[in-house]
């Protein structure tokens, strides 16, 4: 499956939280997944907590928040020091 076709999974319905992007229209937003992946958990720990959830769905989301990423200017959490020390 390609890009544009894993990207099909996201959706967007405004009567489902609020719009937010959500995978096939369930309730389960695309912030969710990234968060669970971003605490530690395994694609297979989340899989097993969602049945209908498939790893393309998790993919989908992958490569949602890169494209989101890829697009906009992000501000560092953390200002890193030049090579000077500098900050």
């Given at each position: 499956?390609?890009?544009e076709?894993?990207?099909?999974?996201i959706?967007?319905?405004?009567?489902?939280?609020?719009?937010?992007?959500?995978?096939?229209?369930?309730?389960?937003?695309?912030?969710?997944?990234?968060?669970?992946?971003?605490?530690?958990?395994?694609?297979?720990?989340?899989?097993?907590?969602?049945?209908?959830?498939?790893?393309?769905?998790?993919?989908?989301?992958?490569?949602?928040?890169?494209?989101?990423?890829?697009?906009?200017?992000?501000?560092?959490?953390?200002?890193?020091?030049?090579?000077?020390?500098?900050?």
């Amino acid at each position: 499956m390609d890009e544009e076709q894993l990207l099909g999974r996201i959706t967007t319905n405004p009567a489902i939280f609020g719009g937010k992007p959500t995978i096939r229209g369930r309730r389960l937003t695309v912030e969710q997944v990234l968060g669970m992946l971003a605490a530690g958990d395994s694609p297979e720990t989340i899989l097993q907590g969602y049945p209908w959830l498939e790893m393309d769905d998790i993919r989908a989301c992958l490569i949602y928040a890169r494209r989101l990423v890829g697009r906009e200017r992000v501000e560092p959490l953390r200002l890193e020091p030049d090579d000077e020390g500098a900050p």
